[in-house]
C-alpha cells in the first residue's frame, strides 16, 4: 500500500499567521489518465471529515481562498495564508490514485 | 444539499456481525462510486471498502477482505457494509462517503466490538 506521511504532526500557530502541512507519498500520485488524485482533508473537534481540496490544487464548493494545495508526484503542500479560529482541527492528505486509497497520519493544528 | 446518514452501529462481541446502513439524498446517487472509511477512537482515517455505480465492482482493505460486504440498492438510494466476524480491531466509527474521492461524508456511525 502507499504510504502517505505527512508533518508536522502539531502545528501551533497564532491567529493571522500562515501555516503549511506536508504530504510525502512512498510512490508517485500520477495515475495512467494523467491525473494526480491527492486530496486534502480537516477534521474539526467533533465532527465528520470534510474534503477541502481535490487532485492537488482544486478548492471544494465553500472552501475559503485561505486553502490552498500544490505539489507533484510524491510531494504535496497545504497551506492556509491566514489562520483563523475556526480552522483548528486535524488535517488529513489522502491518496486516490492506488488501491486501496491511504490516508496520511494527520497534522493537528492549535492556536498559540 | 448532499446528505449521507449512516445507521446501524452498535455494541456486538467478538466474532459477531453488524450491518451497516447509509441513506443517501442530494444527488443522483446511481451515478457516483461511494465508500465506506473508518476511524477508530482517537485514531486517524482507514479506508474499508468502496463499489462502482451498478455494484458490479468493489474493492476493500485487507484487513477485512473475507469478512466485510460491500452492497448497494440504486432504487432505494441505499449503500450497506455487511460487517461479519468481527474482531476487537474493527471498533471503529464508520463513515458512509460519496465517490471514489471521498467528497461528502455522512455523520457516522459507531461500531463498538468487545465482550
Known amino acids: 500500500d502507499v504510504v502517505m506521511t505527512q508533518s508536522p504532526l502539531s502545528l501551533p500557530v497564532t491567529l493571522g499567521q500562515p501555516a503549511s502541512i506536508s504530504c510525502r507519498s512512498s510512490q508517485s500520485l500520477v495515475s495512467s489518465d494523467g491525473n494526480t488524485y491527492l486530496n486534502w482533508f480537516q477534521q474539526r473537534p467533533g465532527q465528520s471529515p470534510r474534503r477541502l481540496i481535490y487532485?492537488?490544487?482544486n478548492r471544494d464548493s465553500g472552501v475559503p481562498d485561505r486553502f490552498s494545495g500544490s505539489g507533484s508526484g510524491t510531494d504535496f503542500t497545504l497551506k492556509i495564508s491566514r489562520v483563523e479560529a475556526e480552522d483548528v482541527g486535524v488535517y488529513y492528505c489522502?491518496?486516490?490514485?492506488?488501491?486501496?486509497?491511504?490516508f496520511g497520519g494527520g497534522t493537528k493544528v492549535e492556536i498559540k | 444539499e448532499v446528505q449521507l446518514v449512516e445507521s446501524g452501529g452498535g455494541l456486538v462481541q467478538p466474532g459477531g456481525s453488524l450491518s451497516l446502513s447509509c441513506a443517501a439524498s442530494g444527488f443522483t446517487f446511481s451515478s457516483y462510486w461511494m465508500s465506506w472509511v473508518r476511524q477508530a477512537p482517537g485514531k486517524g482515517l482507514e479506508w474499508v471498502a468502496n463499489?462502482?455505480?451498478?455494484?458490479?465492482?468493489?474493492h476493500y482493505v485487507d484487513s477485512v477482505k473475507g469478512r466485510f460486504t460491500v452492497s448497494r440498492d440504486n432504487a432505494k438510494n441505499s449503500l450497506y457494509l455487511q460487517m461479519n466476524s468481527l474482531r476487537a480491531e474493527d471498533t471503529a466509527v464508520y463513515y458512509c462517503a460519496r465517490g471514489a474521492s471521498v467528497a461528502n461524508w455522512g455523520q457516522g456511525t459507531l461500531a463498538i466490538v468487545s465482550s
Open positions: 463499489i462502482n455505480q451498478d455494484g458490479s465492482e468493489k
Open positions: 487532485k492537488v490544487s
Open positions: 489522502m491518496q486516490g490514485t492506488h488501491w486501496p486509497g491511504t
